[in-house]
């Protein structure tokens, strides 16, 4: 080939690599080639219960000490969480499920939170609350060998972990019931469940 062949070949092959009207200068990469798509967030999987619409059973609360502290609803979600003093777990969210709830009303979410214990005593809640002054206040079962029915009530097994959180629907049925704690990661799901 002679030198104005190869010349004409070489213009002709950087001209190909040009940028064209209205394309891109960079090359597709591994990042800007891929879209990501944001993962549906199930309220089946964060539940161990899960009802839709009203077909959840109606809320009912056994007998409870200091029953003040059952936060009225006033026609919104209601967020029950069963806890005890001596729950590791239990205690550590709870600064959390407070920030959570504020948050949610922030968002226009007409939600109350009220915290059961499963203590054996007042004393032991009381002496816990003046121990940790931003505790929320909080009933207490009063009689704990009604425990096994009202968790199975709840569709929990009978001798669920506890933290136990219910979400019940403005309408007063049982929503969604979760024995376990509750993670950071869990707010989206706990969204998606008042939005259903």
């Known amino acids: 080939m002679d030198r104005l062949s190869a010349l004409i070949v070489?213009?002709?092959?950087a001209g190909a690599c040009d940028k064209k009207e209205g394309g891109s200068a960079d090359p597709p990469s591994r990042t800007n080639a891929?879209?990501?798509?944001?993962?549906?967030?199930?309220?089946?999987?964060f539940c161990d219960v899960h009802f839709t619409g009203d077909q959840g059973p109606k809320m009912t609360v056994p007998e409870v000490a200091m029953k003040e502290a059952i936060v009225p609803a006033a026609g919104g979600w209601h967020w029950f969480n069963v806890w005890a003093t001596w729950c590791k777990p239990c205690v550590e969210e709870m600064p959390r499920l407070m920030a959570w709830r504020d948050k949610l009303r922030g968002a226009g979410k007409k939600i109350a939170v009220s915290f059961i214990s499963v203590?054996?005593?007042d004393a032991e809640v009381t002496d816990f609350r003046?121990?940790?002054?931003?505790?929320?206040?909080s009933a207490r079962l009063v009689d704990p060998k009604v425990q096994e029915s009202w968790f199975k009530q709840l569709g929990l097994d009978g001798a669920p972990p506890?933290?136990?959180?219910?979400?019940?629907?403005p309408s007063g049925h049982i929503r969604c019931a979760r024995a376990g704690g509750v993670r950071e990661q869990d707010f989206a799901a706990i969204e998606a469940l008042l939005a259903e």
């Not at 003046?130 to 206040?137: C, I, R, V």
Request: without cysteine.
């Open 10 to 13: 070489v213009a002709v092959l």
């Open 34 to 45: 891929a879209k990501v798509t944001k993962k549906a967030v199930s309220t089946e999987a």
């Open 119 to 121: 203590d054996e005593t």
């Open 130 to 137: 003046k121990a940790h002054a931003a505790a929320p206040a």
């Open 162 to 169: 506890i933290p136990i959180h219910v979400f019940v629907a």
